[in-house]
Nanobody
Framework: QLQLVESGGGLVQPGGSLRLSCAAS????????IGWFRQAPGKEREGVSC????????NYADSVKGRFTISRDNAKNTVYLQMNSLKPEDTAVYYC????????????????????WGQGTQVTVSS
């Protein structure tokens, strides 16, 4: 069964850092683009970042550019989101999702484009 499991969330002070992981089981991530999304209470789910299956293309929401970095280790079947200079407005449940990407160039961060979703991990930025 295809599963994505997020980890690495927690409570951090403003200006701090966290690294989220998205581990896949039941399938290999080699042919999937992986996106990170977040949803704050009372708000719609929004795209944060995406990395193509090849790892050669990435995309970021304007709100996180220069602070977040997405990467992947296909040997470990895992995708990471390094989050630096965190702000209170980054507080949300963070989800990873997978979309088939056989050609290696998908970088969409629209939630509706993704088929497989993890359960999410809470990130809280507060002093």
């Amino acid at each position: 069964q295809l599963q994505l499991v997020e980890s690495g969330g927690g409570l951090v002070q403003p200006g701090g850092s966290l690294r989220l992981s998205c581990a896949a089981s039941g399938f290999t991530l080699d042919y999937y683009a992986i996106g990170w999304f977040r949803q704050a209470p009372g708000k719609e789910r929004e795209g944060v970042s995406c990395i193509s299956s090849s790892g050669g293309s990435t995309n970021y929401a304007d709100s996180v550019k220069g602070r977040f970095t997405i990467s992947r280790d296909n040997a470990k079947n895992t995708v990471y989101l390094q989050m630096n200079s965190l702000k209170p407005e980054d507080t949300a449940v963070y989800y990873c999702a997978a979309e088939r990407d056989y050609r290696g160039f998908i970088t969409t961060i629209l939630p509706s484009d993704y088929d497989y979703w993890g359960q999410g991990t809470q990130v809280t930025v507060s002093s």
